[in-house]
């Protein structure tokens, strides 16, 4: 029980003239950048949580999951999936005044999962398809929201990928100059 009082914030962590210290939000509850404001303070540390904050995040960040992507990605700002570059080239300069950017982002979507129904009924047309039916089971049921969040985590890595492959190219034109 020693523990648990020990974890707890004092009246007194706050500043002197009352607003919040980075540890007490103004409701009371516990923070942490580590952690989400609760109204309850945290549980009683462990072992593991004695470790130095950069030994905790690298075995948080190595732990192998389903969800790997996102966890390490909750360390850093994450990503929006509508990238608003690229509006200019969708819309009309009356379109991006007169539309909301909920508005634009559905017809996009839209417009993007028919051109995607229109390009799978063409691949079926002519017998081709990339990928068996029995191995796209796996992903029957997901939310399509976690579908997005993973196409966009893989665009990224692709875009990373190929900004690494023509780093890599340019080295090697400028060392055979």
């Not at 993973?150 to 690494?164: C, F, N, R, S, T």
Request: hydrophobic share 40%; net charge positive; aromatic share 6%.
């Amino acid at each position: 029980m020693a523990d648990f009082a020990s974890n707890v914030p004092s009246p007194k962590s706050a500043a002197s003239d009352g607003t919040p210290s980075p540890t007490t939000s103004m409701f009371g509850a516990h923070c942490s950048s580590a952690s989400s404001c609760t109204s309850a303070p945290s549980r009683p540390s462990t072992a593991a949580s004695s470790a130095p904050a950069s030994v905790r995040k690298a075995r948080r960040v190595a732990l192998a999951h389903p969800y790997a992507r996102l966890a390490a990605k909750q360390e850093r700002s994450s990503r929006k999936i509508w990238n608003h570059a690229l509006e200019k080239h969708l819309f009309s300069t009356y379109e991006l005044g007169t539309l909301g950017a909920p508005h634009r982002r559905t017809i996009y979507i839209a417009s993007l999962e028919a051109h995607v129904e229109r390009l799978h009924a063409q691949l079926l047309s002519i017998g081709f398809w990339p990928v068996a039916f029995e191995e796209l089971d796996v992903f029957r049921g997901l939310n399509g929201k976690v579908a997005k969040s993973m196409i966009a985590g893989l665009q990224h890595d692709a875009v990373m990928e190929k900004m690494k492959v023509m780093e890599l190219e340019r080295a090697v034109s400028i060392s055979s100059c």
